[in-house]
């Protein structure tokens, strides 16, 4: 379960409702590297992407165990919050056309805050292409979508997330109990940055 940031902010309607226009309409192949709403037809490249404990291992919100309905509601669920403007669920493709990551980025609009939660394929990892893919998803969720507070969150031990995040320029706010989808707990490093952090770092 996602839960929104610490520091609340309090959007108006017209904020809150351009944000859930952006969520439903914006074109995600301007984020590069073959991203596109996941669908039902991605599914089997979804389970075997997450099947993998090196890829779904750290982190908390995805449905387990992943088998193939258990996916496929998930991605169901995930189109039904897109239309409501609270959630994009991408599929990253390769040359080949198989899946080889995903992004989910749930949204808060009422906030104006998002939490981004994504993993690359096994035999992708390690080679830079994840920091870079974080901080370039980053941009385009402060830019495209319109938010202004973002959340993140990692493991204890997930030291290359927490590089990527480190170096994206999150501030650290101390730790949260992350909630498993089968109610488990995991303690986690908790993040947040404003979309003016995010411009100023980048000279926006
Ligand atoms: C997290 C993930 C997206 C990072 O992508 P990646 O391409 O593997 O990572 P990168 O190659 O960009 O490396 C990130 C940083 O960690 C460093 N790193 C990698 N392995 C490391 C290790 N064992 N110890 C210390 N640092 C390490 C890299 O040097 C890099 O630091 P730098 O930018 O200062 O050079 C990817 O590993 C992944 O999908 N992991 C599984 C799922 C997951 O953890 N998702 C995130 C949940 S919050």
Known sequence: MSAPPKTVIQASDEEAEAIRE?????????????????????????????SDERVSGPIYDLPRPITTESV?????????????????LLVTLDEAGEVAGYSRITVWPEHASAELAGAIRADLQNRGQGGVGMARTFGWIF????????CL??????????????????????????????????????????????RQRHRL
């Open 22 to 50: 952006a969520v439903r309409s914006v074109d995600v192949n301007v984020l590069g590297m073959g991203r596109a709403r996941a669908e039902l037809k991605h599914v089997p490249g979804l389970v075997a992407l997450l």
């Open 72 to 88: 496929t509601r998930w991605v169901v669920e995930n189109q039904a919050q897109m239309l409501a403007g609270e959630a994009l």
């Open 143 to 150: 830019e495209a979508l319109g938010v202004r507070l973002m």
């Open 153 to 198: 969150t990692a493991a204890l031990d997930n030291v290359r997330s927490q590089k990527g995040i480190d170096a994206a320029g999150f501030v650290r706010m101390g730790e949260r109990d992350a909630v498993r989808a089968d109610g488990s707990i995991r303690r986690s490093v908790y993040w947040e940055m404003t979309r003016d952090q995010w």
